[in-house]
RNA sequence: GCCCCCGUGGCGGAAUUGGUAGACGCGACGGAUUCAAAAUCCGUUGACCUAACGGUCGUGCCAGUUCGAUUCUGGCCGGGGGCACCA
């Protein structure tokens, strides 16, 4: 077998590509279409990773494509550099965030160039570039004059040992994932952007996005999480108290008549009160404060409360009255932060009620059941139903009963309908020194002063201290040490940066014109955006997506951005995850697939211990089951790599990293090369007419042009590559001699050439050259099929009986039914199947089946 | 806990709008080539029954709609993603 130099091979054809500069946009001329083909950036870790391979992968099989169909193509890459792995990569091993993250992008560029991906490396930025985040800082001072970004009091995880603010992830069990102390809750002055403001808007977008992933916009209609209902004013019982009613949001103001307690948030201003004077209350609100801020975590925790000894009256029936609980499950993040219990209907509350053997009225009496009856046990009914045990709604149905309780609310002033939204707005305060400063100077007499524009951007100090806990910005020696920009009085700097998901809320927009002197240039901007292709994993399905499709509109709203699109991303794919089987040696300790090797007796370790498969996972660094792009590349070739995450499974869906099915994309790049070698070697007919002889293969060329170009765009790259090889196999068993045959193999493997090229382009450019054309395939134009050959004029139809195929009949396109039916009727094995059967029905989907129905 | 998605041979998967389930690849098996092996090439390969022709079952499980369901509906089981300070 010929060997194929990969090595060699693709260094030179990324070399010309550089040279030709093929990749570097070029605006769209006039009557040109444009294409923005954009995967999530990098976090750049310091290795690229398999999830990389297949992200980038994916996204170059669209922009190759696009280029030869003759668009203008913007294929951009960056980095998205701020964050918190570069801050415990400082700690742990005493650099600096900024020397490491430009060395990991530094390597991580190398990794991504050899890989051969058809990117615009001139407009390449990183986000902790003082260039782009001196922009955004214009941009945050835009939306701070705007009032779309304003400060107040929040809850963050605070470590008191490390006396630092813990991200979710951070906290472990409820402790600090480093110093393993009991997490408190801490309330702090934070920024937070307004995005609530755009609930409405963010919501009816989503039904504008046709190339969305319909779970995508499910997930974020959820998110936003728009409830119609009502507020309803309890009134408390000889109180004593400051606050004389409680305030409740409901969807289901009809179940009232099931209350059976009222409960509130531990962080609601009435717990906060009773705890002053109620130390068993104190107690229980610390402890509910412990669960930290995760709402999973407060949500999966055992429902818990505590009875406040307060009484509220029922607002449709006085003599009725609820004891007011505390309960740990009620977030006060949504709503008023206080519910009525409705045991009957609701599980949490069901939960609730039998814990503390509370009442449970069933108020929603299902269909068929009967009234004396019913009972609730431990299954809540949220379904529908009929009202009963509920006075003045008795009879009704949930939908009426729900409006008629809501007019009767409004008419006694106790209540009233309102629209709420799960959506808040978005806290984007971090205490962390790796991340864009917040351009904001705290005076005495002048409270939060914007930096004026002459003095940004406020950069970072290159160098700090990890030594003392807490954050670097607020205990550097100088840094927050300034004077106010209004009265010039000594002020101190905002030492909060922002959350890293403002970075990569607007970079797609950057990207269009990555040096231009205000954030976005508007020219550039109208020329590329929106994003027409965006790919990247779901796990961004919700909060980077929703916050960059805010950003959007916050931009345009302030004049930052000026653009006719109101999405930033008009098509959107989510991949897959790259998995791996897992290995563990006797020990139990977790084992990477390269120290494992494969013997007759079973798999071992390089040192000869026994190893057991575990289960196929997500590669991650903590299960040791990951695959080294670099190695892969080194011993493979980038085309292999990049072929074998592009074939047989899904984009969509995982796709399992196997050895073997590695090995069988180096066969395949070695079968083409070898294949093209025998074509290059015969020689060259022109003007050959096709006939009988060589139709075939034709034929199947031109079907397989339309159908990997339908594959391409409908990102099913799965289905191109099974395309490629069937292509592959005519090819090879086509071995015809005359002029007609050789030329059509020439025609067809001429075809497979451009039609691989997205895939693994370094062998197409070898092949392509081999087959002795003097241009670039990057610079080649798509291959065109002819309609004519797509016309199928004769196609087999199953014929079945009883929905069981008992028959075919080989047939001419487009016959109509009284045909089909008769010729079914009258064939052999359908006469021998009908055969003490008498007809009932015969139904006739013409060119597709015929289905005889008989008893 | 809540929201969302996925489930097809030994494996990854294919299958226009509900219309022949298993394309293509991997693996396995058999053969050719070879002193031998690797590589390569050719063939077979869902399960069960049958000497064969052929038949029965079969798309996670259980129901339903339909002439016909991998596809639509309801319930269940299993796996994954997200849950607001990981990115």
Redesign the pocket.
């Known amino acids: ?1 010929t060997h194929y130099p990969h090595l060699s091979i693709e260094k030179k054809w990324q070399e010309a590509w550089e040279k030709s500069k093929c990749f570097v946009a070029k605006t769209p001329k006039p009557g040109q279409k444009k294409s923005y083909v954009l995967e999530m950036f ?2 750049p870790s310091g290795r690229l990773h398999m999830g990389h391979v297949r992200n980038y992968a994916l996204g170059d099989v669209v922009a190759r494509y696009k280029r030869a169909k003759g668009y203008a193509v913007l294929h951009p890459m960056g980095w ?1 550099a ?4 570069a801050e415990n990569a400082a700690i742990k091993h005493k650099t600096q965030p900024k020397s490491w993250t430009y060395k990991n992008i530094s390597a991580m560029r190398e990794q991504l160039k050899s890989l051969g991906f058809s990117l615009d490396w001139s407009r390449e930025f990183a986000t902790c570039d003082p260039e782009y985040y001196s922009q955004q800082q214009k941009i945050f001072l835009k939306f701070f004059e705007n009032d779309l970004v304003y400060r107040k009091s ?1 809850r ?2 605070w470590d008191p040992v490390e006396n630092s ?6 906290v472990v069990d409820g402790r600090g994932w480093r110093s393993g102390a009991l997490v408190e809750t801490r309330q ?1 002055n ?1 920024w937070f952007f307004r ?1 609530t403001k755009y609930s409405t808007d963010l919501l009816s977008g989503l039904s504008t996005l046709d190339n969305w992933p ?3 916009k ?2 974020q209609t ?2 936003i ?1 728009k409830s119609r209902g009502a507020k309803v004013c309890f009134k408390i019982v000889d109180s004593g108290q400051k606050q004389q009613n409680i305030e409740v949001f409901t969807t289901r103001p009809d179940t009232l008549f099931g209350a059976s307690f009222i409960a509130l948030s531990p962080e609601h201003p009435l717990s906060s009160e009773l705890a002053k004077n109620n130390p068993e209350i104190d107690a229980f609100v610390r402890e509910c404060a412990q669960l930290g ?4 975590t407060i ?2 925790a055992e429902k818990s409360g505590i009875d406040t000894g307060l009484t509220v009256v029922h607002p449709f029936d006085e003599t009725k009255t609820l004891r007011v609980w505390i309960a740990n499950f009620v977030l006060i ?2 709503g008023t932060g206080a519910i009525f219990g409705c045991p009957a209907g609701d ?2 509350d069901l939960d609730f009620a039998i814990k503390y053997d509370l009442p449970v009225l069933p108020v929603v009496l299902p269909e068929g059941e009967c009234a004396d009856h019913y009972q609730i046990t431990d299954k809540a009914w949220t379904g529908t139903g009929s009202l009963f045990n509920s006075g003045f709604l008795n009879g009704l149905k949930v939908k009426e009963a729900i409006k008629t309780a809501l007019s009767k609310l409004e008419a006694l002033g106790i209540g009233e309908a309102v629209t709420q939204y ?3 707005d ?7 020194y790796w ?1 864009c400063p917040i351009p904001i100077v705290h005076c005495h007499a002048c409270g939060a002063v914007p930096v004026p524009s002459a003095d940004l951007p406020v950069l970072l100090p290159d160098e700090v201290s990890f030594e003392t806990p807490g954050n670097p910005l607020d205990h550097h020696p100088d840094w927050k040490h300034t004077s106010c920009p209004k009265c010039n009085q000594k002020a101190i700097r905002e030492t909060d940066t922002l ?3 403002v970075d ?1 809320s607007w970079y797609f927009a950057r990207f269009c014109s990555p040096q231009a002197k205000d954030p976005v240039d508007s020219v550039a901007a109208n020329a590329w955006l929106p994003v027409d292709q965006y790919i990247g ?8 997506l929703l916050y960059a499709r805010f950003f959007t509109r916050a931009l345009k709203d302030c004049g930052l951005l000026e653009i006719k699109a109101d999405e930033p991303f008009d098509g959107l794919f989510t991949q897959g ?1 790259v998995t791996h089987e897992t290995y563990k040696d006797p020990d139990g300790n977790w084992v990477e697939p390269v120290n494992v090797l494969r013997s007759e007796t079973g798999l071992t370790t390089k040192t000869g211990r026994s190893v057991t498969v575990g ?1 196929i ?2 590669m991650s660094k903590s299960k040791l089951n990951t695959v080294d792009p670099a190695a892969i590349i080194q011993k493979y070739g980038a085309d292999v790599a990049r072929w074998f995450v592009l ?4 984009p ?5 990293w ?1 050895e ?2 590695l ?3 180096a ?2 790049v ?2 083409v090369w ?1 294949e093209v070698l025998r074509i290059s070697k015969e020689p060259v007919f022109t003007d050959q007419k096709t006939t009988t002889l060589s139709k075939d293969l034709v034929k199947t060329t031109h079907k397989t042009i339309n159908f990997i170009s339908q594959d391409i765009e409908t990102l ?1 790259f ?2 191109a ?3 490629l ?2 292509l592959l ?1 005519d090819i ?2 086509s071995t015809g001699l005359e002029p007609e045959q050789i030329s059509a193999r020439r025609f067809a493997t001429k075809s497979l050439v451009l039609l691989l090229a997205p895939f693994a382009p370094h062998l197409a450019e070898s092949c392509w050259e081999t087959l002795g054309c003097k241009e670039l395939v990057a610079m080649t134009r798509w291959p065109e099929f002819d309609e004519k050959w797509l016309e199928e004029k004769t ?4 014929v ?1 009986v ?5 028959s ?1 009949l080989s047939v001419a396109f487009g016959l109509d039914k009284d045909e089909l039916q008769s010729l079914a009727l009258k064939d052999p ?1 359908i006469i021998k ?1 009908l055969t003490g059967l008498s007809l009932k ?1 015969i ?1 006739v ?1 013409p060119d ?2 015929i ?1 005889i ?1 008989a008893k």
């Open positions: 077998m990098p976090y998205d701020f964050g918190l792995p929040s963050v995880n603010v813990l991200a979710n992830e951070q702090l934070q995005i319909e779970k995508v499910t997930m959820n998110w999480g801020t995760s709402e999973e949500e999966r993040g949504y599980q949490r799960r959506l808040r978005w806290g984007a305060s971090r205490q962390r991340g959350d890293t998901f990569s994993g779901v796990e961004h399905a919700v909060m980077h995850m289960a996972e997500k074939s047989d499974s899904p969509d869906r995982d796709v399992q196997t073997s099915g090995e069988g994309a066969r395949f070695s079968r070898v099913g799965n289905r590559v099974a395309r090889y069937s196999n090879k068993k196609l087999i139809i199953p079945q009883n929905g069981k195929r008992r075919q094995d199947s029905k139904i989907v597709r089946i289905n129905v």
